[in-house]
């Protein structure tokens, strides 16, 4: 192996990135760099027949479908629905309107599996009515921004799909077996609100959600059992086995149209195109990170880098433990800079024979590494959440935004680390699939 060439290669990856390159452009430039300097025009060769089966596999389809299902699910209406609902229900709790976000982003991440649609979506609802309250802004914005980020982890999760194409593990098990994780992120989140709820009661006087509100409760909850039907069926047909995640996607998608032109009726011609178009665009993008991945990847596999780094931490005869909070602490570094998506495509073939060779499950490594990058969203410089929020919101600004996003980072770690010391909240599900 030629650790001048790896430095070299990783260098240039690294200065196109901080000059502004896209990130595809990055990684495959500097990929294509890298395996011509290792192997010439004929390693050049094979990067057409190794990106053509990367990108051809049928469960890659799912992605762009699951996409077009949450676009469909954005441009419904379901989450004004969906926060009055948890709002009634919450209210008496304190701060319980944050409590009702939090859960709102969270069932909503389970629809359109996107966090920054998660965010833009429910804090247009969520944070006005918050401030109207009362509530501490640092409070709001951090209630809407944060829990955004469980659209990552909570199924059905585009980087649980990108990561089992890279890892070559089930889609369906990693579905499932971020459910009760992202429950649990849920609900630590939930208790550090109340908590500081219970330490610092609004003053204001407040009246209850329901009491504003003159929509029959009843009828509310109808419009709502469609969309948390949906949810309920591609879950369970991958969990039962009936469906792939790719099929389920597919009933998901004519579900999603089925709610917005027929239970909601708010879904006209222009709608249509917009998520068309929408789909299209974030899926081309996923895709040419991806394909820009496939080629970087390939030049780490020509000069065996993943098998030197899963090597060297053999040698240094570390506990699991201390590798483990190794790793995590460099995720959380690189999450800082490089976005999800990317971060899973890069990092899991370095780290894969690492795991084979400790015997980590892949699925719970998985959750583990998703659950890390749900930190890159919160945290600047490239924060994505913080800066959707920003963009849709006059309301608060940057500060207050990063001020009350922040503990949330402490409660994610919280939350690592019980998912590290228990592996069987990730594993459970999994192993009862059919």
């Known amino acids: 192996m030629s650790i001048a060439l790896i430095i070299v290669t990783i260098s240039v990856c690294i200065l196109l990135i901080g000059a502004g390159s896209p990130i595809f452009l990055a990684l495959g430039g500097a990929g294509v760099l890298g395996i011509f300097l290792e192997g010439g025009f004929g390693g050049l060769s094979l990067i057409q027949t190794t990106v053509f089966g990367s990108v051809s596999k049928f469960t890659l389809i799912a992605a762009p479908l699951f996409i077009l299902m949450g676009e ?9 629905d969906l926060f009055r609902f948890l709002s009634r229900i919450f209210w008496r709790l304190p701060n319980g309107l944050a409590v009702a976000t939090i859960f709102a982003s969270a069932i909503f991440g389970a629809m359109c599996g996107v966090s920054v649609a998660a965010v833009a979506t429910i804090s247009v609802i969520a944070l006005p009515e918050m401030l109207k309250r009362g509530y501490d802004p640092k409070l709001a914005a951090g ?9 990552m982890l909570i199924p059905p999760s585009l980087l649980f799909i990108l990561y089992g194409e890279v890892a070559g593990v089930s889609v369906g098990k990693l579905f499932t077996a ?4 992202g429950l649990l992120l849920a609900g ?59 099929e389920s996607a597919a009933i998901g998608v004519f579900g999603a149209y089925f709610v917005a032109f027929f239970v909601y009726r708010s879904f006209g011609w222009e709608k249509f195109k917009m998520t068309l178009f929408r789909t299209a665009r974030i899926s081309g993008m996923i895709f040419i990170i991806f394909v820009g991945a496939v080629i970087f990847t390939q030049f780490l ?50 780290l894969l024979p690492t795991m084979v060779a400790l015997k980590w499950d892949p699925i719970w490594f998985g959750v583990l590494m998703v659950t890390n990058i749900e930190m890159a969203v919160i945290t600047p410089p490239v924060g994505l959440n913080l800066y959707t929020l ?16 922040l503990p949330y980072v402490g409660v994610i770690m919280v939350g690592l680390l019980i998912l590290i010391i228990f ?4 594993l459970w599900l999994p192993r009862l699939m059919h």
Do not use: H
Request: proline letters at 6%; one cysteine or more; charged letters at 10%.
């Open 390 to 405: 920003a963009s849709v919101t006059n309301k608060v600004n940057m500060r207050t935004i990063i001020q009350g996003t």
């Open 72 to 80: 469909i699910i954005f441009q419904s209406g379901v989450s004004s």
């Open 178 to 181: 971020g459910i009760l994780p």
């Open 188 to 246: 630590l989140m939930s208790t550090y609100v109340i908590l500081s709820g219970l330490k610092n009661p609004i003053k204001k006087a407040t009246t209850s959600y329901e009491e504003t509100q003159d929509e029959s409760f009843s009828r509310m909850v109808l419009r709502l059992a469609s969309p948390i039907g949906l949810i309920v069926v591609i879950l369970g047909s991958i969990y039962l086995g009936v469906a792939t995640p790719t």
């Open 301 to 350: 596999n020509l000069v065996r880098l993943p098998d030197f780094c899963a090597q060297f931490i053999i040698d240094q005869d570390l506990s699991p433990w201390t590798t483990m909070l190794v790793i995590q602490l460099m995720l959380l570094g690189l999450g800082m800079f490089i976005d999800g998506g990317s971060m899973v495509m890069i990092i899991t073939p370095i």
């Open 143 to 151: 209630a809407v921004c944060a829990p955004g980020a469980l659209a």
């Open 423 to 426: 592996p069987q909240i990730s």
